[in-house]
Structure formats: structure tokens, C-alpha cells
């Protein structure tokens, strides 16, 4: 069994920063793409950014030159450093892998996510 922990939420200032971490830990062989999402009340999810295993990177144009995304696979953690947030950025933020087991099984695994609030 394999699970995904958010963390590193929080309340900031406008402008502020934050770094969200996502740990997976169970059964894991490999874990391929990771995905930050985040939904804001009454919103749809959206992708924020996402990171494969060859570290290319993609990101939401609303985040972009923002928000940076990273891995370190040693910690099976994916990092979404948050720079200069806006109250828009206001969200509950999950991550999202994409992971093979030790038994060679590929699934799909959600965290609970994190809560993050810009305040103006």
C-alpha cells in the first residue's frame, strides 16, 4: 500500500511564500509523474504543476515564474516551492503519483492535501 502526505501549508501575507511537500511511503518501486492540484471553494481542481521522472517539468500559467516544482528521489518527496502568492492562490492543495509498486503494479495515488490562504 502506498501513501501521499501533504504538508507545508498554512496563512501568509500577499507576496509571502510557502514550500509544500508531498511524501509517498508504502510499497513504492518507482514513482513516475507527480502532480500538484489545488481547489478553492466552488472552483473546479485544477493542475497546478506536475514533474516526471525525467524531471520535466509543466506548470499553469497562472503559477508560472512563481511557483517551482522539484523532486528528490532519495525522499520520495515532491516539493512545490510558492513565491510571491496572491489571494487568488487561495486553495486546498493536493499531489497526485503516479506510482509502481514492488509488485510491478502501476496505480493512481491522491493525497488529502494541504490547506493554503493568501490573505490581501
Known amino acids: 500500500q502506498v501513501q501521499l502526505v501533504e504538508s507545508g501549508g498554512g496563512l501568509v501575507q500577499a507576496g509571502g511564500s510557502l514550500r509544500l511537500s508531498c511524501a509517498a511511503s508504502g510499497s513504492i518501486f518507482s514513482i513516475n509523474a507527480i502532480t500538484w492540484y489545488r481547489q478553492a471553494p466552488g472552483k473546479q481542481r485544477e493542475l497546478v504543476a506536475d514533474?516526471?521522472?525525467?524531471?520535466?517539468?509543466n506548470y499553469a500559467d497562472s503559477v508560472k515564474g512563481r511557483f517551482t516544482i522539484s523532486r528528490d528521489n532519495a525522499k520520495n518527496t515532491v516539493y512545490l516551492q510558492m513565491n510571491n502568492l496572491k489571494p487568488e492562490d487561495t486553495a486546498v492543495y493536493l499531489c497526485?503519483?503516479?506510482?509502481?509498486?514492488?509488485?510491478?503494479?502501476?496505480?493512481?495515488?491522491w493525497g488529502r492535501g494541504t490547506q493554503v490562504t493568501v490573505s490581501s
Open positions: 514533474i516526471t521522472s525525467g524531471d520535466n517539468t
Open positions: 497526485n503519483a503516479v506510482v509502481v509498486s514492488t509488485t510491478r503494479s502501476q496505480f493512481v495515488v
